[in-house]
Structure formats: C-alpha cells, structure tokens
C-alpha cells in the first residue's frame, strides 16, 4: 500500500512538473527578451517556456506578443504565460483573453491586460478590444 501510494505521488509530481507555472523570475534583475526593460512588476511579467532552451522573460503581454509576432508562432509544446490582471496568477496566454488598448498608452508600454475569461476582459472593454490569443497576435503582427 505504501510503495503504490508513494509510486502515485512521484508519478504525479513528474506529470506536473513545468505545466501549473513557469519559473520564478528574479524582479529587478532581468530584462525584457524584448524590449529590454528591466522587469519590475511582476503582475505584467510575461514568459515562453520553450520545450527545449531557457525561458524568455518578457516585462509584459505586449512585449511576448510582439516577440511571437517577429519571430513567428511558437511551437506546440512551447509554454506562454501571462498574469491574470485580475487575479494576478499565472494562465496560459493561448487561453486568455486580451484588451487591446484603443490608444497608445503613455510611456514605453503596450498597455495589453490578459484575463482567465472573456466576461471579465469584457468588463474593460471601454479601455480597448477584446480578443482573445490568435487576434490579438494577428493585430500585433498588422
């Protein structure tokens, strides 16, 4: 009973691994893969966990975006996390839904929110369009 108990819980923790989160990224002492802004505020941090290489840190949505847009569509088994700007936790950018800003914002952002639903993406779309993750790529790349 124990070694099939214990056997059940490696087994899990193996199937598990890399696919509820990416990895911690050190605040303040990395920069953008992009635009190489220091990251600061982690509930903007974006990533791509690729199947094999490092992860790219990305300082917001905007910025994977535009990466995936000049270096073409991730592959399959790629990871792209993004926060839940309601939230603040991590979700799958390929499932999320974007606001994309009606104007530039101020500064050097893009000003993209993701969100876990379209009700609550939609609840901000005064700020911008919905969309979710191949339209907002598709408007990146226009």
């Known amino acids: 009973m124990r070694r099939s108990l ?7 923790a193996a199937c ?6 990416p990895p911690a990224i050190a605040y303040g002492q990395v920069n953008c893969d992009y635009c190489h802004m220091s990251v600061e505020v982690e509930r ?21 975006l535009h990466a995936l847009a ?14 839940d700007e309601a939230t603040g936790a991590w979700i799958d950018a390929r499932t999320a839904f974007f606001v994309l800003p009606s104007r530039p914002p101020a500064g050097m952002m893009y000003g993209v929110l993701a969100y876990a639903d379209r009700a609550r993406a939609a609840a ?10 191949a339209a907002a790529l598709a408007a990146v790349r226009s």
Request: hydrophobic share 45%; with cysteine; aromatic share 6%.
């Open 6 to 12: 214990l056997l059940a819980t490696l087994l899990a």
């Open 44 to 64: 903007r941090a974006a990533q791509l966990v690729p199947v094999a290489g490092r992860p790219r840190v990305f300082d917001e949505s905007g910025c994977l």
């Open 124 to 133: 901000r779309r005064g700020e911008g369009r919905v969309v979710d993750f």
């Open 70 to 83: 000049v270096a073409g569509a991730p592959e399959p088994g790629d990871r792209l996390w993004v926060h």
């Open 16 to 21: 598990g691994r890399g696919t509820d989160a």
